[in-house]
């Protein structure tokens, strides 16, 4: 979708929003003679809207709209840009390319930004050739070219054995990043012929994914796009229910390149892993810069849980770790001694075992944490603490060893 060149602080008309011709430019500046240099300069090379304000406008603006092709933000009297930033990534696409416009004359901000995987930094007060030459070289592409591009995060959910509610956090994970850290979330589930991603959601899955995943040569991000099917705004699923009786076998260059295209174009990329027992899984744990380890504090999840996590922890991928104690209360679990003398520390995070709520929740596709507040206020501390996010304290699990 793209925008025609407007006057400063215009809305685009739906006719012209329906268009799609070439790079989109979104332009967020604070003072009016920047505005102007933008609105003389732009047209001439790509569609193009200029709104007043600076990069905390965009932040709130693209918390509620999609993502343009390429932004440019204005950093001026901003106290701690690079925070701001990263605010902006997590409410952007990773694809857009970021141009960022300031006051300060600061060549360490200049290298600290494009560390973080901005395109270039512009020094006010703006010329015509220095915009025409960063657009150009922006909407070409060329930037792009010269630093990699940033990816979106990868969270990889696995669980120490079937049965402690890995489908479950995964799809509650995705959900909370999607409505609580409003970033743009892709849900994959690795099971092709028997995973519950999408039943949970009450989706019926497009058939693409064994194609992506068998040839992903001929995968581009339209096959991507049509493969995937929304759940809401920001959160979409790719998931599959291939017949039982098909062997499959995903190579793992195969659905890393899938995941890979995914991080280019969502914020979070969340995976259900399952029991990590195939290549593809395992090879997604291997890249995951957060894996979600569950578990349940049965006699057998305790013992599963401490092998894997061992197992985890000697693998060769730098992703951390967050175990997750899934179904807290729940009857035949170990006394709270027995639990910590076998896994010597608490778990990151305990949910409760609500059954009652995620069974109506199930029945109606939508996530239990709608209707349970003590399962919301557990999946909102794993959600922020996966998102980066600042979050209270998880004290259930303490306070139950304490009892």
Not at 20 to 47: E, H
Not at 112 to 121: A, E, H, P
Not at 311 to 338: C, K, M, Y
Not at 358 to 367: D, H, K, S
């Amino acid at each position: 979708m793209s925008l025609p060149a407007t006057l400063l602080g215009d809305a685009p008309s739906p006719a012209d929003a329906a268009r799609g011709a070439g790079p989109r430019l979104l332009a967020y500046v604070a003072d009016a003679a920047s505005a102007a240099r933008l609105n003389s300069a732009a047209p001439s090379l790509l569609p193009c809207e200029v709104r007043t304000g600076d990069i905390r406008s965009a932040v709130r603006d693209l918390a509620r709209q999609r993502s343009p092709d390429l932004l440019l933000v204005d950093l001026s009297g901003v106290a701690d840009p690079l925070a701001a930033m990263e605010a902006l990534a997590g409410v952007c696409d990773p694809s857009v390319r970021v141009i960022a416009v300031g006051d300060s004359n600061d060549i360490g901000l200049y290298r600290d930004l494009r560390r973080i995987g901005v395109t270039d930094y512009l020094f006010k007060p703006l010329s015509r050739d220095l915009l025409e030459g960063a657009l150009r070289a922006a909407g070409a592409g060329a930037a792009a070219d010269e630093a990699p591009g940033r990816l979106g995060k990868l969270v990889a959910v696995v669980g120490a054995r079937g049965g402690v509610g890995t489908t479950t956090v995964a799809v509650h994970l995705g959900c909370w990043l999607a409505d609580g850290a409003r970033g743009r979330t892709a849900l994959v589930d690795l099971d092709l012929q028997n995973g519950t991603v999408a039943l949970a959601l009450n989706l019926r899955p497009e058939p693409a994914l064994r194609e992506a995943v068998e040839a992903p040569d001929r995968v581009d991000d339209v096959f991507m796009e049509r493969a995937m099917v929304a759940a809401s705004d920001r959160l979409s699923v790719l998931a599959a229910e291939e017949p039982v009786e098909d062997v499959i076998d995903i190579a793992p260059t195969a659905a890393l390149s899938v995941l890979n295209r995914l991080q280019a174009r969502h914020n979070y990329v969340v995976v259900d892993a399952g029991r990590a027992q195939g290549g593809a899984a395992r090879a997604a744990l291997e890249a995951a810069s957060i894996v979600v380890l569950v578990g349940d504090a049965s006699v057998a999840g305790l013992r599963d849980l401490v092998r894997l996590r061992a197992a985890i922890a000697r693998r060769s991928g730098g992703g951390r770790l967050v175990t997750v104690l899934n179904r807290r209360g729940a009857p035949g679990e170990l006394p709270a001694a027995d639990l910590m003398r076998t896994l010597g520390e608490p778990p990151e995070h305990a949910l409760p075992y609500r059954p009652v709520p995620l069974a109506v929740a199930a029945g109606v596709g939508e996530p239990a944490f709608r209707h349970c507040r003590r399962f919301r206020e557990a999946m909102e501390r794993l959600g922020a603490d996966v998102a980066g996010q600042p979050a209270a304290q998880d004290g259930l699990f303490r306070r139950w060893v304490r009892r």
